[in-house]
């Protein structure tokens, strides 16, 4: 899956931003590819305002 951050994390609240940079998101135009699991779509569900995802 890959993974791109399209809105910033200021504002959002700590675990968010900490899920973020567990998936390896930092600055907007950030992008990521993770494995298809259920830990990564838990992640996702959690930001899912803030990024985008592909399947790749």
Known sequence: MKITLVKSL???KKDQ???AHA???KKIGDVTTQPDN???KGK???IIHLIEVTEA
């Open 44 to 46: 996702i569900a959690k």
């Open 38 to 40: 259920p830990q990564t």
């Open 10 to 12: 200021i504002g959002s």
């Open 17 to 19: 931003i900490a899920t």
């Open 23 to 25: 998936l390896g998101l």
